[in-house]
């Protein structure tokens, strides 16, 4: 199941899609809740996923579901989800715009960046349609599954029993009624590596898995909950319903911005041998989620749509507090977001040190960029000047760097001209007596032009240099293809 993920919609695709017209009955998600009651805190493995699981839980049992297949709307309000919640943290209502009129209600349990469960409500037409718990953080343990394991398990009619048994640490639940019958679907991770790791996302009907679908876990990461919803939608309703995913702005105000990018390009330029320090390994995470989150200004649009800085201090949290910077005399202010090690590292003499930082035009997000700040030099992976010159002018992929098994300072994003634009800095010259930062500025997933500085001369201030570095090449590139056309 390949499908792109954009901002929260969904869409007709074919037909018409028929609703219920009778109250759910309790009744009707009873081998749900059955279901349900085989999880044991084991198979949660966090504190914050063990809370939400139990909202999670009382939704499944207590509230009254639009059925996909039949009649008309019914189902639970916003209100009355409200109401039946059993916690008092607040939620975030986001408004979507689509064929329908669809609603998201996110109520989050975190106090770090390591353990984060989220519980949402999506809502068609004011009526619930969807419940969904999801564990955003994943810690590689004895608990996550070998693939072949998560295979076996994906087969036809696997009972969900041999699933809890098989102690894998369930990342997230969901759970629709279609023709007055629960639906749900479990998602699990399976891999050695974090960097190399899967999600399988089980559908279930009568406690038995009926089909499967497996992404990369850094795609299942981008909007899991909407993600589990399309895929029930899609196999149980014949694909008539189209494909939802995460909102992408979180505003106490709604911003409605056309933007296509909720997964990072550069993702794949991850890996444990690109990446060696766990603190930025952190820091990207967090960067990830903005990512997939929030809005972004288009650079060469002159509509003032993107998220705010002041909803995303109030509704954005990946789990550490920012340090809010100004630049007098600019429109330009940031959030950085700081992740430091208490312990030193032997290998470089200081703590581990990542970060991510988001830079806000006339407050309103423009760019996003994640730095390594605790590197340690091998010789091996720093490219030679020979090496970036001839990627630039080949116009390389994404995949030809890839290959080369760089070592990552620094990625960053922007959006311009409707089109996301990437950079990244990488170690480059000699490792031993002329180190040197090698920007790369990708689009369409290509690499389009290079800046090389002396390290010295970046690493202060890695992110803002390849902000204004980033916004020169492309604005140059785009007044260069106006002047060709």
């Avoid at 009907?205 to 993600?227: C, L, N, R, W």
């Avoid at 650079?299 to 550490?320: H, M, R, T, W």
Wanted: glycine share 6%; no cysteine.
């Amino acid at each position: 199941m390949n499908r792109k993920i954009i901002i929260l919609m969904m869409s007709i695709a074919t037909g018409i899609v028929v609703f219920s017209t009778t109250p759910v009955e309790v009744g009707a998600n009873q081998l749900s809740v059955d279901l349900l009651s085989q999880v044991t805190d084991e198979n949660l493995d966090s504190k914050y996923m063990i809370e939400a699981f139990d909202v999670y839980q009382d939704a499944v049992k207590n509230m009254e579901f639009h059925s996909l297949g039949s009649g008309e709307w019914t189902g639970d309000s916003i209100e009355e989800v409200r109401a039946k919640v059993s916690t008092d943290l607040e939620p975030v209502e986001s408004t979507i715009e689509g064929a329908l009129d669809f609603r998201f209600l996110l109520y989050s349990f975190t106090d770090s960046a390591l353990d984060v469960a989220e519980v949402g409500f999506l809502f068609a037409e004011g009526h619930l349609v969807f419940v969904g718990l999801g564990n955003i953080v994943t810690n590689f343990d004895d608990n996550i599954l070998a693939n072949e394991i998560a295979d076996e398990l994906a087969n036809a009619g696997t009972d969900f029993a041999k699933i809890v048994d098989s102690n894998a640490v369930i990342k997230a639940f969901g759970h629709v009624l279609v023709d007055e019958e629960g639906r749900d679907i479990v998602a699990i991770d399976s891999g050695e590596s974090s960097m190399e790791a899967n999600t399988y996302f089980y559908m279930l009907a009568d406690g038995k898995v009926e089909a499967h679908d497996k992404m990369d876990i850094f795609s299942a990461m981008q909007g899991i909950q909407t993600i589990m919803f399309d895929q029930l939608a899609f196999h149980y309703v014949d694909g008539q319903i189209g494909s939802v995913s995460e909102p992408t702005a979180v505003s106490l105000e709604p911003i409605t911005v056309e933007t296509d990018l909720t997964v990072d390009p550069l993702k794949d330029l991850m890996t444990d041998t690109t990446i060696t320090n766990p603190k930025f390994v952190e820091a990207w995470e967090g960067y990830q989620l903005a990512l997939s989150d929030l809005t972004f200004r288009d650079l060469a649009s002159e509509e003032p749509l993107g998220s705010l800085i002041k909803d995303v201090e109030e509704n954005f949290d990946p789990g550490i507090k920012p340090r809010y910077v100004e630049f007098p005399d600019t429109p330009i202010k940031l959030l950085v977001y700081t992740y430091e090690d208490s312990e030193v590292n032997p290998n470089t003499g200081m703590p581990d040190v990542g970060e991510f930082a988001l830079y806000f035009f006339d407050d309103l997000l423009a760019y996003a960029s994640v730095a390594n700040r605790s590197l340690v030099i091998e010789a091996e992976q720093v490219l030679s000047i020979e090496e970036i010159d001839q990627l630039t002018k080949e116009l390389a992929s994404l995949d030809a760097l890839i290959s080369l098994n760089p070592q990552v300072i620094s990625m960053g994003y922007m959006y311009q001209n409707t089109e996301p634009r990437s950079i990244v800095a990488i170690q480059s010259g000699d490792p031993y007596e002329n180190r040197q930062v090698s920007f790369l500025f990708l689009r369409d997933d290509l690499i389009r032009g290079q800046e090389t500085y002396a390290i010295e001369e970046v690493m202060q201030d890695i992110q803002t240099n390849m902000l204004f570095s980033t916004g020169d090449f492309f604005t140059n590139e785009a007044r260069q293809l106006d002047q060709t056309e």
